[in-house]
């Protein structure tokens, strides 16, 4: 089962920053945060990745609470083509082989004009 | 650079019948994940490859299911007999098998639409 907890939908206005929540209250130290999102119709895609400190990249920002119970992706300026499903993955990542991603049932953003 | 294609896109079979499933992945990519997401469920892992062995298949529903990715490339994954509680969606992924690096990203297929009448 999914270790996370997330709002099951939201709304944002076009250009305007969508701040997605997640709830991660049993997270063990060594795992990570992981966001995807799925667009309608498509594969789930990788946004954005971290462990305990806050990461930026070109598609979002990830924001993690000091205690890491908590995190908050952020979409700085979002557009249409932002709609989809936004998945809160938590996961142990080796330096191994890679390990599975456990889906919960995501945030729906909804993005209008 | 090609992404995760899969094949078909679509299948439309009938309840008892055998269906195969084809998943390419990356060039390169020593990690192969099968999931699948069934009507109104969560997406949900089946198994996972490291070249060709199997590394965890404990997601697969029953022995129905049988997946292959002999010589470390492409995977099948078959599905006989088929029944109804089986229609959805199959997705595959892949990611670098890197030693001493952690996986960072899983590459994701579009897809393959299965429904069993």
């Known amino acids: 089962d999914a270790k996370t907890t997330q709002p099951p939908s939201m709304d944002c206005a076009e250009g305007r920053a969508a701040n997605l929540p997640c709830n991660h209250s049993t997270i063990s130290g060594n795992e990570y945060v992981y966001w995807y999102r799925q667009i309608h119709s498509q594969g789930p895609q990788y946004i954005i990745h971290g462990l305990k400190n806050n990461e930026t990249n070109e598609m979002a920002s990830l924001i993690i609470t000091e205690d890491r119970k908590s995190s908050t992706l952020i979409l700085p300026h979002a557009t249409l083509r932002d709609t989809a499903v936004y998945y809160c993955i938590v996961r142990v990542s080796t330096p191994m082989a890679g390990t599975a991603l456990i889906f919960g049932k995501g945030t729906t953003l909804s993005v209008s004009s | 650079e090609a992404g995760v294609t899969q094949f078909p896109s679509h299948s439309v079979i009938e309840k008892g019948q055998t269906v195969t499933l084809r998943c390419d992945p990356i060039s390169g990519h020593d990690n192969l994940y099968w999931y699948r997401r069934v009507m109104g469920k969560e997406i949900k892992f089946l198994l996972h490859?490291?070249?060709?062995?199997?590394?965890?298949e404990s997601g697969m529903p029953n022995n129905r299911f049988l997946a292959e990715r002999t010589g470390g490339t492409y995977s099948t994954l078959k599905v006989q007999p088929a029944e109804l509680e089986d229609s959805g969606v199959y997705f595959c992924?892949?990611?670098?098998?890197?030693?001493?690096?952690?996986?960072?990203?899983?590459?994701f297929g579009p897809g393959t639409r299965l429904t069993v009448l």
């Open positions: 992924a892949s990611s670098q098998g890197i030693i001493g690096r952690r996986e960072v990203e899983q590459f």
């Open positions: 490859f490291v070249k060709e062995s199997k590394q965890d």
